[in-house]
């Protein structure tokens, strides 16, 4: 008799406990910890940086309104690490990217964040892509978010874009921009509306 009682009391202990646990799953589920709040190690204000090849020819300019200069911290011990594995954050940057004898590409955004020594820059909200052409008119390309590498004049996104160009519209999911050889991509759903005669 003793054994059933305490068989049942331990079957009834562990059916209150599974309950518990299923009704309350802070019982198990970890606490998620906050990541301290970073602090910038440099605030620049109406900056402007200026890369140049070694020929000593103007590659890109960036300008923007505030950069902030965060480095990176290795979780294992909390440290900081080396300042080229850091990133800046960009507020409203305006990028125009230089080739010889073409007319520079400009591309503006309202954030951005700059890696690895300023070989990767990425841009979001309201991005805009732009560009004279010879014969009158602009090339005109916006997304919500473009990475760019201007030391190699490439630029990407797997997002939403449309480009606007005397000779017509045309929307698209995805791009790649060689700004070398002024070739565009469009990589999936495209869809456009072309003039081969547009009206003045």
């Given at each position: ?9 331990v ?75 850091g ?6 940057p ?29 841009l ?77």
């Open positions: 008799m003793l054994k059933k009682i305490l068989t049942l009391t079957i009834t202990g562990l059916v209150l406990v599974a309950v518990l646990i299923s009704e309350n799953p802070k019982i198990t589920a970890p606490l998620k910890l906050e990541s301290k709040p970073q602090t910038p190690v440099a605030i620049i204000k109406n900056s402007t940086t200026r890369q140049y090849n070694p020929q000593g020819q103007l590659e890109y300019l960036l300008k923007v309104e505030t950069a902030e200069q965060f480095l990176r911290v290795n979780p294992k011990n909390d440290k900081p690490l080396s300042a080229e594995k990133y800046t954050e960009l507020s409203q305006d990028l125009t990217l230089f080739q010889s004898e073409q007319t520079p590409w400009n591309i503006t955004a309202e954030n951005g964040r700059a890696e690895n020594n300023g070989t990767v820059i990425t979001w909200g309201d991005v805009v892509v732009y560009r004279s052409l010879a014969d009158g008119g602009e090339y005109i390309m916006s997304t919500d978010q473009l990475e760019v590498r201007p030391l190699e004049q490439l630029a990407e996104t797997d997002r939403a874009v449309t480009i606007r160009s005397p000779n017509g519209v045309a929307n698209a999911v995805g791009m790649r921009l060689n700004m070398i050889n002024n070739v565009t991509e469009l990589l999936s759903q495209v869809k456009g509306v072309y003039e081969s005669n547009p009206l003045p």
